[in-house]
């Protein structure tokens, strides 16, 4: 019943804007002295690598600019959750510095550096290969775009899922700067200033930084130990140049530190160890149930958390060589170390205790040639080339997994691996009006993607089993290419309303498995590329007075070859190209400005996503560990329904300023957190609410801003790791307990 209530309002306020479309009278009237709208903003969005209006764009796009950003209390890229339509996005297994992200049910399957995204992150057109050192502070953030859908005719890398586009500041264009302070709960303490001027009339410069920090709202209730914290120092840089009005160049360096303690979860199922002598199982402990208290205890020392070193520069070229066409170059290298001790078991025990140290490195060229005819044609025409170094080192520690006479039997594993990737490509796309409103726009692209990769893995047991030690190692290189098409019809049925229709094929490359630990894993650690076909059917509108805007896209994605990486006994870990997908979904996005001051907007997404097949070895009943429970019908990270609703309004008080006060309520549907489907590891329907208040003074340069996220103390999962073969380690990784703060920011 509660859902049903929640979706019919919001679909409520989507069909809105649809509504609203005969309306021809525009309203201009404000009452007297105040600031309030009287139409919505424009919302613009560089979708198509060129700004234009969000409502013009025939793509399934999401934008937020500072202030949106602000009111959906997102400190980092994970307070988009529940805002986007059919995107899951949460910080990574165990990890304080990655983030894992779903669009449409498609994502990445694993945490390991071994496997790429299947949603692509940029700041500033840049690509960032890894989701560690992606879950990024949002603290020079001019707008955030999120695109649904295969993309790589117009981006530089290719992504199966979508992309998730950050812009940060320009310094010409944000002249002047401001100074934040934050408080709150657990600890919260941070700090954020930005400032940018002109140095000449051809010159421009930006500094901005952060520190963010908190006590973590995990403990070990013996102790008092505090886990999953954050204590991280982020700075950019820009430097901005334009001689003339024939060019533009930005230079941009950035450097992030975090210095975390250990990121726990909770053990959802019954931990338990092998036993040699005499031959048994003995359950450790059993699994948790019911509301988690937010408590845990490890095997790690204090001195063990999780540090990341995060640094990267970027030059952006920008040459007009005539009225018709310009030249643009993004020439970027980036720097990642990370050192993260991760409890997997989530235990006093060890059984999936690890270390993953990363050093890796990034360089990428970009070259873009747009053409615009200044009537019905623009086409872009793009090279894009990357190569990326990745050596890691690896321990796992697992002295109570195994038992010899009801003592545990000491056990560790090292390794140390290399993976190389090149990526070559080229892409074109046409933007062409043949007809008064009718728009045909196609694109193509090719892309190479070649990988070696070296590994080395080496065990060591305990007394009297030191004699099956052994060093596992070998090397490998591949290479993959596609040619991956899109095409769009697009119609203007008025000045207010437009609809399309799309075709895109996306292409994930493959790789090698980062847990080949035996002989034989070697001799099948390759696995081959994804593919995915989307087709969407989208309509865009506005009310003639601009105080509605809304949209609504319906999608059917073809999946095939998933890379699935799934558990077989204690040290074999394969990664199956395993299944066929069908994903097929209705996305509803509006915003509605009621009055002069106050706005009403939301998303209802609806999806469903199955396997087609699932070619999975261990489901065959003659497999001698086959496991009766284990099923494939749902497709991880896919809730059904998800829908969120965001009401604001701003009261004037004359002289002293505006008073805002808002609020918003999501719903996110059952959601499966492992490819293999555990029924611990499964999030029932829930409803998360949150609301602030925001005081501006009249001249616009103080604000206070008052929150609370949470505001029911929903306990709920957002993460699984799943590896039963391991001590039957199911663990679970939640979103955070109610929380507030209060902030205070001066602006100059």
Same mark, same amino acid.
């Given at each position: 019943?509660?859902?049903?209530?929640?979706?019919?309002?919001?679909?409520?306020?989507?069909?809105?804007?649809?509504?609203?479309?005969?309306?021809?009278?525009?309203?201009?009237?404000?009452?007297?002295?105040?600031?309030?709208?009287?139409?919505?903003?424009?919302?613009?969005?560089?979708?198509?690598?060129?700004?234009?209006?969000?409502?013009?764009?025939?793509?399934?796009?999401?934008?937020?600019?500072?202030?949106?950003?602000?009111?959906?209390?997102?400190?980092?890229?994970?307070?988009?959750?529940?805002?986007?339509?059919?995107?899951?996005?949460?910080?990574?297994?165990?990890?304080?510095?990655?983030?894992?992200?779903?669009?449409?049910?498609?994502?990445?399957?694993?945490?390991?550096?071994?496997?790429?995204?299947?949603?692509?992150?940029?700041?500033?057109?840049?690509?960032?290969?890894?989701?560690?050192?992606?879950?990024?502070?949002?603290?020079?953030?001019?707008?955030?775009?999120?695109?649904?859908?295969?993309?790589?005719?117009?981006?530089?890398?290719?992504?199966? $899922? %979508? !992309? @998730?586009? +950050? #812009?940060?500041? &320009?310094?010409?264009?944000? =002249? $002047? %700067? !401001? @100074?934040? +302070? #934050?408080?709150? &709960?657990?600890?919260?303490? =941070? $700090?954020?200033?930005?400032?940018?001027?002109?140095?000449?009339?051809?010159?421009?410069?930006?500094?901005?930084?952060?520190?963010?920090?908190?006590?973590?709202?995990?403990?070990?209730?013996?102790?008092?130990?505090?886990?999953?914290?954050?204590?991280?120092?982020?700075?950019?840089?820009?430097?901005?140049?334009?001689?003339?009005?024939?060019?533009?160049?930005?230079?941009?360096?950035?450097?992030?530190?975090?210095?975390?303690?250990?990121?726990?979860?909770?053990?959802?199922?019954?931990?338990?160890?092998?036993?040699?002598?005499?031959?048994?199982?003995?359950?450790?402990?059993?699994?948790?149930?019911?509301?988690?208290?937010?408590?845990?205890?490890?095997?790690?020392?204090?001195?063990?958390?999780?540090?990341?070193?995060?640094?990267?520069?970027?030059?952006?070229?920008?040459?007009?060589?005539?009225?018709?066409?310009?030249?643009?170059?993004?020439?970027?290298?980036?720097?990642?170390?990370?050192?993260?001790?991760?409890?997997?078991?989530?235990?006093?025990?060890?059984?999936?205790?690890?270390?993953?140290?990363?050093?890796?490195?990034?360089?990428?060229?970009?070259?873009?040639?747009?053409?615009?005819?200044?009537?019905?044609?623009?086409?872009?025409?793009?090279?894009?080339?990357?190569?990326?170094?990745?050596?890691?080192?690896?321990?796992?520690?697992?002295?109570?997994?195994?038992?010899?006479?009801?003592?545990?039997?000491?056990?560790?594993?090292?390794?140390?691996?290399?993976?190389?990737?090149?990526?070559?490509?080229?892409?074109?796309?046409?933007?062409?009006?043949?007809?008064?409103?009718?728009?045909?726009?196609?694109?193509?692209?090719?892309?190479?993607?070649?990988?070696?990769?070296?590994?080395?893995?080496?065990?060591?047991?305990?007394?009297?089993?030191?004699?099956?030690?052994?060093?596992?190692?070998?090397?490998?290189?591949?290479?993959?290419?596609?040619?991956?098409?899109?095409?769009?019809?697009?119609?203007?049925?008025?000045?207010?309303?437009?609809?399309?229709?799309?075709?895109?094929?996306?292409?994930?490359?493959?790789?090698?498995?980062?847990?080949?630990?035996?002989?034989?894993?070697?001799?099948?650690?390759?696995?081959?590329?994804?593919?995915?076909?989307?087709?969407?059917?989208?309509?865009?509108?506005?009310?003639?007075?601009?105080?509605?805007?809304?949209?609504?896209?319906?999608?059917?994605?073809?999946?095939?070859?998933?890379?699935?990486?799934?558990?077989?006994?204690?040290?074999?870990?394969?990664?199956?190209?395993?299944?066929?997908?069908?994903?097929?979904?209705?996305?509803?996005?509006?915003?509605?400005?009621?009055?002069?001051?106050?706005?009403?907007?939301?998303?209802?997404?609806?999806?469903?996503?199955?396997?087609?097949?699932?070619?999975?070895?261990?489901?065959?009943?003659?497999?001698?560990?086959?496991?009766?429970?284990?099923?494939?019908?749902?497709?991880?990270?896919?809730?059904?329904?998800?829908?969120?609703?965001?009401?604001?309004?701003?009261?004037?008080?004359?002289?002293?300023?505006?008073?805002?006060?808002?609020?918003?309520?999501?719903?996110?549907?059952?959601?499966?957190?492992?490819?293999?489907?555990?029924?611990?590891?499964?999030?029932?329907?829930?409803?998360?609410?949150?609301?602030?208040?925001?005081?501006?003074?009249?001249?616009?340069?103080?604000?206070?801003?008052?929150?609370?996220?949470?505001?029911?103390?929903?306990?709920?999962?957002?993460?699984?790791?799943?590896?039963?073969?391991?001590?039957?380690?199911?663990?679970?990784?939640?979103?955070?307990?109610?929380?507030?703060?209060?902030?205070?920011?001066?602006?100059?």
């Amino acid at each position: 019943m509660k859902r049903k209530i929640l979706c019919t309002a919001i679909g409520g306020v989507l069909l809105a804007p649809v509504m609203a479309m005969a309306q021809s009278t525009p309203s201009s009237e404000q009452a007297p002295g105040n600031q309030q709208a009287v139409t919505l903003d424009e919302l613009t969005v560089t979708a198509r690598r060129r700004t234009e209006s969000i409502m013009d764009v025939p793509v399934a796009v999401s934008a937020f600019g500072e202030e949106q950003l602000k009111d959906l209390q997102a400190s980092n890229v994970e307070g988009l959750q529940g805002a986007v339509p059919n995107m899951n996005i949460a910080q990574g297994r165990g990890s304080a510095n990655s983030v894992n992200v779903a669009i449409r049910g498609i994502g990445q399957p694993d945490s390991l550096q071994t496997f790429d995204p299947g949603v692509g992150m940029y700041v500033d057109d840049v690509y960032y290969s890894r989701i560690n050192g992606a879950l990024f502070s949002l603290f020079d953030i001019a707008q955030l775009e999120v695109l649904r859908g295969p993309q790589g005719t117009l981006y530089g890398k290719n992504s199966t $899922g %979508g !992309a @998730i586009k +950050l #812009t940060t500041k &320009n310094p010409f264009d944000n =002249e $002047g %700067g !401001a @100074i934040e +302070l #934050t408080a709150g &709960n657990y600890g919260r303490a =941070e $700090g954020r200033f930005y400032v940018s001027g002109r140095l000449s009339d051809t010159v421009a410069a930006s500094i901005a930084g952060a520190k963010i920090t908190n006590d973590g709202y995990v403990r070990d209730p013996a102790t008092g130990r505090r886990f999953n914290d954050d204590d991280t120092t982020a700075v950019r840089a820009k430097l901005a140049f334009s001689p003339s009005d024939a060019f533009r160049a930005t230079l941009s360096i950035d450097h992030t530190e975090q210095d975390a303690a250990l990121t726990m979860g909770r053990p959802m199922a019954p931990l338990i160890a092998t036993s040699l002598a005499p031959a048994g199982v003995v359950v450790l402990q059993p699994g948790q149930t019911g509301k988690w208290n937010h408590t845990a205890q490890t095997s790690f020392g204090t001195d063990k958390g999780q540090e990341l070193t995060h640094s990267g520069a970027s030059l952006s070229m920008e040459w007009d060589l005539n009225e018709h066409f310009q030249l643009k170059s993004i020439t970027s290298v980036r720097k990642l170390e990370t050192e993260s001790y991760i409890d997997i078991d989530a235990s006093a025990y060890e059984l999936g205790d690890v270390l993953v140290a990363i050093d890796q490195d990034q360089k990428s060229q970009e070259f873009q040639l747009h053409y615009d005819n200044g009537s019905n044609v623009h086409a872009t025409f793009g090279a894009y080339y990357m190569q990326e170094n990745v050596p890691s080192y690896q321990e796992a520690y697992a002295d109570d997994l195994f038992q010899l006479l009801g003592a545990g039997l000491p056990f560790l594993r090292t390794i140390e691996d290399d993976l190389t990737t090149t990526s070559k490509a080229a892409f074109a796309h046409v933007n062409w009006e043949f007809a008064p409103s009718w728009t045909l726009a196609a694109g193509v692209r090719w892309t190479e993607d070649s990988k070696e990769y070296d590994r080395s893995t080496s065990t060591f047991w305990g007394a009297p089993y030191n004699v099956i030690n052994e060093t596992v190692a070998f090397s490998a290189q591949a290479d993959w290419s596609a040619t991956t098409p899109s095409i769009s019809l697009q119609k203007a049925f008025s000045d207010n309303l437009m609809g399309y229709i799309s075709a895109n094929r996306g292409f994930k490359s493959g790789g090698f498995n980062g847990r080949a630990n035996t002989v034989a894993d070697t001799r099948n650690a390759k696995f081959d590329p994804e593919f995915v076909w989307t087709y969407e059917l989208g309509i865009k509108g506005s009310s003639a007075d601009q105080r509605f805007r809304g949209s609504a896209t319906a999608f059917y994605s073809k999946y095939s070859d998933f890379q699935a990486r799934v558990t077989q006994d204690a040290s074999t870990f394969p990664v199956l190209n395993a299944a066929e997908m069908s994903i097929k979904g209705l996305e509803l996005e509006g915003t509605a400005l009621l009055g002069s001051a106050t706005t009403l907007s939301g998303q209802l997404s609806w999806m469903d996503a199955s396997y087609d097949s699932f070619d999975d070895f261990r489901l065959d009943p003659s497999y001698p560990n086959f496991d009766p429970t284990l099923t494939h019908d749902h497709v991880p990270f896919s809730p059904e329904i998800s829908a969120r609703i965001a009401l604001q309004h701003v009261f004037s008080l004359g002289n002293a300023g505006n008073l805002t006060v808002g609020g918003d309520i999501s719903y996110r549907d059952d959601t499966w957190l492992s490819v293999d489907n555990r029924d611990v590891l499964m999030q029932k329907a829930y409803t998360l609410g949150g609301l602030y208040g925001v005081w501006d003074s009249a001249a616009m340069d103080w604000q206070v801003r008052a929150g609370v996220r949470n505001i029911t103390d929903k306990s709920y999962m957002t993460e699984g790791q799943e590896f039963t073969s391991v001590g039957n380690i199911q663990t679970a990784y939640y979103g955070l307990p109610r929380n507030y703060y209060v902030s205070v920011r001066y602006n100059f």
